[in-house]
């Protein structure tokens, strides 16, 4: 399994509307001061780190109304990961081809975010969803 993208909302200069990220084999950030690279890095880390809990300065201007969402597109999904989180996350996606998604969302600052899985069957996110995925995704993002 591959991480394929990372999709940011409400994040530090993040707005509602987000930003996608492809992971390639080589992802470089390119940019003006103060545009946003910094904050994608961290919303990675956030995202790596399984929901670790955010403060209130990661909220988009502090407006912890709005919660933080991360979601992680993975593919390239070997019979190992698929017997791991189960097959019936999988679902065919026009960009990425067969993957998965995953978000984590933050409601309150200082607390773990929230784990969310999209479900093909019901075409919206439920949470929590894939079993078994914390350790999986943990060694399957890059460092």
Known sequence: MKLRAVRIR???CIDAE?????IDRIVVLIGQNNVGKSTILDAYEAFATIGSAQ????F???????PITIEGVFSDLSDEDRET???KW????PHHGKCIRVKWE???PDEKGTKYSWDPASND????GVGGWDTLIASRIPA
């Open 10 to 12: 409400n994040f530090g």
């Open 18 to 22: 987000g930003c996608e990220v492809e």
């Open 55 to 58: 403060p209130t300065s990661r």
């Open 60 to 66: 988009r201007n502090e407006d912890t109304s709005v």
């Open 85 to 87: 989180i189960g097959s």
């Open 90 to 93: 999988e679902h065919a996606d």
């Open 106 to 108: 933050w409601a309150s």
């Open 125 to 128: 996110w439920k949470k929590g």
